[in-house]
């Protein structure tokens, strides 16, 4: 039996496959990255390609930091290596609690179609970001 979703949603969207589930993301105003598996890491690499390609305008990305903190140590070792820009950090916006979303999103809600561009610093900048030590 499919997952059900969770105990917060008020509604739930099952789909036949991968390809429907995702299209359904290019019609969502905001997205929050959960610890998840891998497709759920597949989304969130299509959602920054996307959106670092102009494929899909830059909508909020938020991402757990204690679910994803080891992926983000992976983006910074790829900054290093030349094979993503810092600008790519300004993608998604790391936090800790589901506050700072909320608040994050009610700043957002008087703009029309709210950006990653407009999200405020939460728990890091692209700079601190980069210069945090990654866990092993």
């Known amino acids: 039996e499919p997952p059900g979703g969770n105990g917060y949603q ?32 597949d989304e969130y690499a299509e959602l920054l390609t996307h959106i670092q390609t102009a494929k899909m305008d830059g ?3 938020f991402v757990y930091e204690d679910a ?5 140590g ?10 993503i820009a810092k600008s790519d950090f ?4 790391m ?18 179609q709210p950006t990653a561009d407009q999200l405020q610093p939460l728990s890091s900048s692209p700079d601190e970001v980069l210069h945090q030590p990654s866990s092993s």
């Open 74 to 83: 992976l983006l910074k070792s790829m900054y290093k290596r030349g094979t």
């Open 10 to 41: 008020t509604i739930s969207l099952d789909h036949q496959s991968f390809g429907s589930r995702k299209d359904i993301l290019r019609h969502s105003g905001a997205f929050v990255v959960e610890d998840g598996g891998l497709g759920t890491l």
């Open 90 to 93: 300004k993608l998604f916006k």
């Open 95 to 112: 936090v800790n609690s589901p506050y700072e979303i909320r608040d994050q999103l009610r700043q957002l809600r008087s703009t029309s």
């Open 59 to 61: 909508k909020p990305i």
């Open 68 to 72: 994803w903190h080891d992926l983000n």
